[in-house]
């Protein structure tokens, strides 16, 4: 398992360097995993928090930003 530093870096440059995006998009995939959505990649929700789910999401492009609206 790679650094939380490096999934970070990775999953902010998906978003164009836009922390604010970012932030947005981790906080909305979060609570859809915390209201019973299943991870798109392979992480154990018990045992990995949401928030660092929602990156690894978005650094391996499961998850990008398209005009405000997220796709899966």
Excluded at 10 to 28: I, M, P, Q
Excluded at 29 to 44: K, M, Q, T, Y
């Amino acid at each position: 398992m790679q650094r939380m530093e490096e999934i970070a870096t990775k999953a902010l440059e998906r978003l164009k360097n836009d922390r604010y995006k970012l932030s947005l998009v981790v906080a909305k995939r979060a609570e859809e995993l915390a209201n019973g959505a299943s991870p798109l990649v392979d992480l154990d929700k018990n045992k990995v928090k949401l928030a660092d789910i929602a990156l690894y999401e978005i650094a391996e492009n499961k998850i990008i930003l398209e005009d405000s609206v997220e796709t899966y």
